[in-house]
Nanobody
């Protein structure tokens, strides 16, 4: 069983920055993929950024150049640095991991609200 706890969400003005963190109870090296997803009201959950165990990083087109995903194996954490935030970035952001047993886990989510 893996537990994920997100933190760092909040209210920020457009153009501002936030840094989200995800603390994992398991060992990051045992995860084949880690990622951030978001879900805005009335919309489907979408992938924002992901990082695979081999280091391959993917970003949604809408956040490329503004968001940076990273992970710290020593601290068992994953982060999402979000710069130049836009109103449309407002959503609940979720941390997700996929284990080597091909099981997926989700955090409880953290709200990001960007005021225009």
């Amino acid at each position: 069983q893996v537990q994920l706890v997100e933190s760092g969400g909040g209210l920020v003005q457009a153009g501002g920055s936030l840094r989200l963190s995800c603390a994992a109870s398991g060992t990051i090296s045992s995860f084949i993929n880690m990622g951030w997803y978001r879900q805005a009201p009335g919309k489907q959950r979408e992938m924002v950024a992901s990082i695979a165990s081999g280091g391959i990083i993917r970003y949604a087109d809408s956040v490329k150049g503004r968001f940076t995903i990273s992970r710290d194996g020593a601290k068992n954490t994953m982060s999402l640095q979000m710069n130049s935030l836009k109103f449309e970035d407002s959503a609940v952001y979720y941390c997700n991991v996929i284990t080597t047993m091909i099981k997926g886990y989700w955090g409880q989510g953290t709200q990001v609200t960007v005021s225009s």
